[in-house]
């Protein structure tokens, strides 16, 4: 077993917007980021998980403007949405952060005091374009035209020509260290694409960056500046750092800081892989080791929009498929990295097939003969080549087929290696017919029951990152101990023997997945 707190492992998700509930696409984040912290756990690392919301800004405040309600009282109100989808949806995080708790006021203006002194910021006036829906500023050569003449920013987004009295940040001067920190450490911008457009677009010229509005005063106040408040990716970035406790210091930074991997969404990649390395060289912090952006979710290939009425709420999916059943189809079905679409069709097929009729009938099956024809006790095992070869074959998949997909954030990958072992034994199960050896070879019957029992414990270690609750269930009605359920588990042999002069009993299993319903309401 690894070393206790050996080996410490921080990963972030993206803040969200709290000005509305949240969305699938948010979910999809907060799942894949939970995979990654349970599996990185079961490897034996020191994890830690933060997630949380992003509050300030002028997108916070019109919302807010528009229920005739504060900026705060809107926070607080969808703030604790995305808290409660956490929750739902099993995500296992150290920290929900709010930005407007105070200590996240203090990060963002040490980190300020940090920049200023490295003489990096100044007052100017700002005159530029502005975007409220994505906050953030464009030059004019990055925007298209949009109907009635109204101006749209890469992103679509429609924006506004802004002239106010702002500090800036110069970000010019930090092309070059940029560039050499892409080309120094190439896995800082997963994936591959997103990596050259940002190479691309830096090796363009970098402008200074406005990093400060004096138009609303929904945000952290600039230190010694009074009528500013931080541009809200200034504050919204150091989050992070807030987490660990900057800038006190302490055994949490320490252990924690630079972060291992901020996992995002493509359309903010420019903001954490430009402005923030430059935040932090500036403020002569360590940078984080790699930036992901995965990409995004459509609902049946099309863009989820409040106007064409097909955002759908998470909480609702999660009631309706079940909380694994989702979890398992947005790490199985999406090529992580990649755009990914989900229809109630997709989900129902890939659940019911792989969930229902693979994985839950194998581990039901078994359990049930060795409860009805053994009297739910574990025999010696006596295996013979054919017994051998599926050990192997699952092993192979659940110690290093699947970590190692995992470890490149490949799930889809990873779980095909996994799915490939549970239909191995569902082959092997059909070529022994245990049913059958009951009566002409009882103690063959036995073998091969305890060597599918052997192999279903592994095959439920290896998923549970994916399926926490059901892989769970599945183990405790195993006997399997919480603390045993991890990769050095696997790779321990004496848990059988172990487990079986325990005095432990198969008893009736429960199922695991209900066969979901394909002929419903269209989702
Ligand atoms: O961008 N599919 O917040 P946000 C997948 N506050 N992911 C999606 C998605 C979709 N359809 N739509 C959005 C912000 N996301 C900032 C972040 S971090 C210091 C500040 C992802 O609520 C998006 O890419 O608009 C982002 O990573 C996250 O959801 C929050 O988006």
């Known amino acids: 077993m690894a070393e206790p707190m050996a080996n410490p492992f921080y990963i972030t998700t993206a803040i969200s917007y709290p000005n509305g509930r949240p969305h699938i696409g948010h979910a999809y984040e907060a799942i894949a980021a939970d995979v990654i912290a349970r599996f990185q756990r079961a490897r034996g690392r020191d994890v830690r998980f933060q997630t949380g919301t992003d509050e300030h800004g002028l997108k916070m405040a019109q919302a807010a403007r528009t229920r005739d309600i504060t900026p705060r009282a809107l926070a607080d109100e969808m703030s604790a949405y995305f808290k409660q989808m956490c929750g739902v949806l099993n995500i296992s995080h150290d920290r929900f952060i709010r930005t407007s708790d105070a200590d996240h006021y203090a990060a963002s203006q040490a980190i300020w005091q940090a920049m200023e002194a490295n003489g990096d910021l100044y007052l100017d006036r700002y005159e530029g374009w502005y975007s409220v829906r994505d906050e953030a500023f464009y030059d004019e050569k990055e925007l298209t035209d949009g109907e009635g003449g109204v101006k749209l920013s890469p992103q679509g987004t429609p924006v506004e020509w802004t002239v106010e009295e702002s500090w800036f940040f110069r970000l010019s001067r930090y092309q070059e260290p940029l560039l050499a920190l892409y080309r120094d450490q190439p896995d800082f911008i997963r994936p591959e694409s997103r990596r050259n457009e940002v190479v691309s677009f830096v090796s363009g010229g970098l402008s200074d960056l406005s990093v400060s509005r004096t138009s609303f005063d929904w945000g952290v106040p600039v230190p010694g500046s009074p009528g500013h408040v931080m541009y809200v990716w200034v504050d919204a970035l150091t989050n992070y750092l807030t987490g660990v406790g900057y800038p006190d210091g302490g055994d949490l930074y320490d252990r924690y800081w630079p972060a291992n991997l ?3 969404g493509k359309d903010i990649v420019r903001f954490h892989t430009v402005y923030w390395p430059a935040f932090l060289m500036s403020a002569k912090l360590p940078l984080p080791q790699q930036v992901f952006g995965h990409g995004f979710l459509l609902n049946k290939g099309e863009k989820m929009s409040k106007s064409v009425g097909n955002v759908v709420d998470p909480m609702t999916m999660a009631e309706r498929y079940g909380v694994d059943q989702l979890r398992y189809f947005l790490m199985r ?8 679409s989900y229809s109630h069709e997709a989900i129902v097929n890939r659940a019911n097939a792989e969930l229902a009729n693979s994985f839950g009938n194998l581990a039901q099956r078994t359990l049930s003969m060795i409860f009805k024809n053994m009297d739910g006790e574990l025999p010696v095992l006596d295996r013979n080549e054919d017994d051998a070869a599926l050990v192997r074959a699952v092993a192979a998949a659940c110690l290093d087929e699947t970590p190692r997909a995992f470890e490149q954030l490949a799930f889809s990958i990873g779980i095909e290696a996994w799915m490939k072992a549970v239909f191995a034994c569902n082959q092997y199960v059909d070529a022994q017919a245990p049913w059958a050896l009951r009566k002409s070879d009882p103690e063959r019957m036995k073998t091969v029951l305890g060597t599918l029992f ?9 998923i549970l990152p ?6 769970g269930k599945l183990l405790d009605q195993m006997g399997i101990a919480p603390d045993a359920r991890d990769f050095a588990a696997i790779e321990d042999q004496s848990w059988y023997d ?4 325990s005095g432990y009993r198969v008893a009736q ?9 394909l002929e419903q309401a269209d989702a």
């Open 498 to 501: 172990a487990l079986r002069g």
């Open 262 to 264: 901020h996992l995002i």
């Open 454 to 462: 052997a192999v279903i414990r592994d095959l439920a270690i290896a």
């Open 466 to 471: 994916v399926i926490p609750e059901s892989a």
């Open 509 to 517: 299993p429960v199922p695991l997945f209900p066969r979901l319903e």
């Open 333 to 340: 079905e999406v090529s992580f990295g990649q755009d990914g």
